[in-house]
């Protein structure tokens, strides 16, 4: 089989999840990436050729992939696929937006967030939050995968002699336009790919608290920070901090949940990472059965003292 | 403008779901089920839509079992004007939910379809991208703002790294995100109200849709289980441990 990648990237930095993709992808067969996106992209492209066990770079530059609007790379990467027997992307917010258009101009059923390839036509995903895991097998001629980068180990950056060849993109279809994003500045690592995560959740209490206790304990350990949705809804911690069924998937080697009673939803977006450990004043709270260490108790006494310990 | 936003009827969002034994899939006999919560949003934007004057009418759509004519008519009670329910007991996958829906779109003609971005039960997050792709319409998924300016629709969207927004030529697709909006709580009298609305009942072959599934569910497992923890009693015993294990220097 023959698949192309969907590379994901962002101010001329090819992002990790790109890498747990070929991993995925090189299960399946032949290793191809396409790289969409404007000036910055032959960069882009040239670095994801130097990835162990990538063949053909498909290099698109053209103003209208600026942004990777899903209305102008979907025609592209259609186009490719006539050359290739699957489509993989990583399943972040881009390769979401972007790869059910393609499957359904493919007229295939897209296998969502998959998590294991148990041959060319079967895959295992995980469905209600996690709560189940289902495999299921594909009759379409073509596939289209967005996989969990969680689930798959990162192919090396280097390692690899793939060769660039450019495309011409199907052009500006005129139905969408980028406005401006509103990204938000962190010197920390980033959260879907760090190895140790602090979270906070509603108990809390406040933005200026969670910025308080969170930030320097995370700091301490060199982790990313969490939270839960019930600590973004309440406006301690921006949108993009949430991790769950509806926010980020993240499996790091360490997961310190500080506040967080562990609502299902919660637990979808944390449960597969390797050490868990739960700091809660409810020693009934359901973060504790998925816990490896638990600690009963005042975060805001508990938190302070463990940070200075550190 | 007309706004048609399609409603899933799933498994309530507070239930945990219980993997059949037989490993066929999950339980869902007697278990309380629920407007899918990112349609709940869908509707909510659409009704907010109408009360601004920006919409003139909103059709609410479900494909599934007869039962979700209750989720139609929550809907309805919310503020939806009427309800069309494509009646099937077979299991729809996005893609043919998004052929039909790009039929009822012919006849409606919307200049706008919201949809949630993903339901709860499958979490497949596609069929609004599908709908998009299959009307060549633009698509603003993960909508935390929408907003109308003629003959556009300015959409915010939550992405990996914060927010996006993108300018899209109308008709367009949105998918909603959590923080769109609250959906409101529907009252009696509008529950008394919406059980007079219309709601039209069809089928898929109405709409010449083959609905055949393209995947074949082979098994259905429970998640493998964590390991029961250990509860410390103090923050040095965490320290010790966190070190023993050697994730902590």
Do not use: C
């Given at each position: 089989?023959?698949?192309?990648?969907?590379?994901?990237?962002?101010?001329?930095?090819?992002?990790?999840?790109?890498?747990?993709?070929?991993?995925?992808?090189?299960?399946?067969?032949?290793?191809?990436?396409?790289?969409?996106?404007?000036?910055?992209?032959?960069?882009?492209?040239?670095?994801?050729?130097?990835?162990?066990?990538?063949?053909?770079?498909?290099?698109?530059?053209?103003?209208?992939?600026?942004?990777?609007?899903?209305?102008?790379?979907?025609?592209?990467?259609?186009?490719?696929?006539?050359?290739?027997?699957?489509?993989?992307?990583?399943?972040?917010?881009?390769?979401?937006?972007?790869?059910?258009?393609?499957?359904?101009?493919?007229?295939?059923?897209?296998i969502s967030d998959v998590i294991a390839i148990e041959g060319?036509d079967t895959f295992v995903r995980p469905i209600y939050a996690g709560n189940a895991i289902a495999t299921v097998k594909s009759?379409?001629?073509?596939?289209?995968l967005?996989v969990r980068?969680t689930a798959f180990?990162?192919?090396?950056?280097?390692?690899?002699?793939?060769?660039?060849?450019?495309?011409?993109?199907?052009?500006?279809?005129?139905?969408?336009?980028?406005?401006?994003?509103?990204?938000?500045?962190?010197?920390?690592?980033?959260?879907?790919?760090?190895?140790?995560?602090?979270?906070?959740?509603?108990?809390?209490?406040?933005?200026?608290?969670?910025?308080?206790?969170?930030?320097?304990?995370?700091?301490?350990?060199?982790?990313?920070?969490?939270?839960?949705?019930?600590?973004?809804?309440?406006?301690?911690?921006?949108?993009?901090?949430?991790?769950?069924q509806?926010?980020?998937i993240?499996a790091?080697?360490?997961?310190?949940?500080?506040?967080?009673?562990?609502?299902i939803?919660?637990l979808a977006g944390?449960k597969d990472?390797?050490?868990?450990?739960?700091?809660?004043?409810?020693?009934?709270?359901?973060?504790?059965q998925v816990?490896?260490?638990?600690?009963?108790?005042?975060?805001?006494?508990?938190?302070?003292?463990?940070?200075?310990?550190? | 403008?007309?706004?048609?936003?399609?409603?899933?009827?799933?498994i309530?969002?507070?239930v945990k779901p219980r993997v059949k034994a037989d490993g066929t899939g999950v339980d869902l006999a007697?278990v309380?089920?629920?407007?899918?919560?990112?349609?709940?949003?869908?509707?909510?934007?659409?009704?907010?839509?109408?009360?601004?004057?920006?919409?003139?009418?909103?059709?609410?759509?479900?494909?599934?079992?007869?039962?979700?004519?209750?989720?139609?008519?929550?809907?309805?009670?919310?503020?939806?004007?009427?309800?069309?329910?494509?009646?099937?007991?077979?299991n729809?996958?996005?893609?043919?939910?998004?052929?039909?829906?790009?039929?009822?779109?012919?006849?409606?003609?919307?200049?706008?379809?919201?949809?949630?971005?993903?339901?709860i039960d499958d979490d497949s997050?596609?069929?609004?991208?599908?709908?998009?792709?299959?009307?060549?319409?633009?698509?603003?998924?993960?909508?935390?703002?929408?907003?109308?300016?003629?003959?556009?629709?300015?959409?915010?969207?939550?992405?990996?790294?914060?927010?996006?927004?993108?300018?899209?030529?109308?008709?367009?697709?949105?998918?909603?995100?959590?923080?769109?909006?609250?959906?409101?709580?529907?009252?009696?009298?509008?529950?008394?109200?919406?059980?007079?609305?219309?709601?039209?009942?069809?089928?898929?072959?109405?709409?010449?849709?083959?609905?055949?599934p393209?995947l074949t569910t082979l098994q259905v497992r429970e998640p493998s289980k964590r390991e029961a923890?250990?509860?410390?009693?103090?923050?040095?015993?965490?320290?010790?441990?966190?070190?023993?294990?050697?994730?902590?220097?």
């Open positions: 089989m023959k698949t192309l990648v969907l590379v994901e990237h962002e101010n001329g930095d090819l992002k990790d999840a790109t890498l747990s993709a070929v991993t995925a992808a090189a299960s399946l067969g032949e290793v191809h990436l396409l790289v969409a996106g404007d000036a910055g992209a032959a960069a882009v492209a040239e670095a994801a050729a130097r990835i162990a066990g990538v063949g053909k770079v498909h290099l698109a530059e053209d103003a209208s992939l600026a942004h990777q609007l899903a209305e102008n790379v979907a025609p592209l990467a259609v186009s490719l696929m006539e050359g290739h027997d699957a489509f993989v992307a990583p399943a972040t917010t881009t390769g979401k937006n972007i790869a059910p258009r393609v499957a359904a101009l493919l007229d295939v059923m897209q060319e009759s379409d001629a073509k596939k289209v967005t980068a180990d990162k192919a090396p950056r280097e390692g690899g002699s793939g060769t660039v060849e450019r495309v011409s993109g199907a052009g500006d279809q005129g139905l969408s336009s980028f406005v401006g994003a509103e990204i938000a500045a962190s010197e920390r690592p980033e959260l879907t790919s760090a190895k140790i995560i602090v979270s906070g959740g509603r108990a809390l209490g406040s933005a200026e608290q969670f910025h308080q206790y969170i930030d320097p304990l995370a700091d301490k350990l060199g982790a990313a920070v969490g939270a839960s949705r019930a600590a973004v809804d309440a406006g301690y911690a921006p949108n993009d901090y949430q991790v769950g509806t926010g980020k993240v790091p080697e360490l997961y310190v949940a500080v506040g967080i009673s562990g609502a939803q919660h944390m990472s390797k050490l868990i450990v739960a700091i809660n004043k409810d020693e009934d709270a359901p973060i504790f816990a490896d260490i638990g600690l009963v108790g005042d975060l805001f006494k508990l938190v302070p003292e463990l940070t200075e310990k550190l | 403008m007309k706004l048609l936003v399609p409603v899933k009827r799933v309530d969002y507070n007697n309380k089920m629920s407007m899918n919560p990112f349609d709940e949003i869908a509707v909510e934007e659409a009704i907010r839509l109408k009360e601004k004057g920006v919409a003139t009418e909103i059709v609410v759509v479900s494909i599934g079992p007869a039962k979700a004519q209750e989720t139609l008519r929550t809907a309805l009670a919310m503020g939806a004007d009427r309800a069309i329910l494509v009646q099937t007991d077979d729809v996958e996005p893609l043919a939910v998004a052929k039909i829906l790009t039929k009822i779109a012919a006849e409606e003609q919307p200049g706008m379809v919201i949809l949630g971005k993903q339901a997050n596609q069929t609004g991208q599908m709908l998009a792709a299959l009307l060549g319409w633009a698509q603003g998924t993960f909508a935390s703002k929408v907003e109308v300016e003629g003959e556009a629709v300015s959409v915010t969207r939550e992405v990996d790294g914060g927010l996006e927004t993108v300018r899209l030529k109308l008709p367009a697709i949105v998918t909603t995100d959590l923080r769109l909006n609250e959906p409101r709580y529907a009252s009696l009298p509008n529950i008394m109200k919406a059980k007079s609305k219309p709601l039209a009942t069809k089928s898929p072959a109405d709409y010449g849709v083959d609905i055949a393209r923890g250990v509860k410390v009693g103090s923050v040095d015993e965490l320290i010790d441990r966190l070190r023993t294990v050697g994730v902590i220097g």
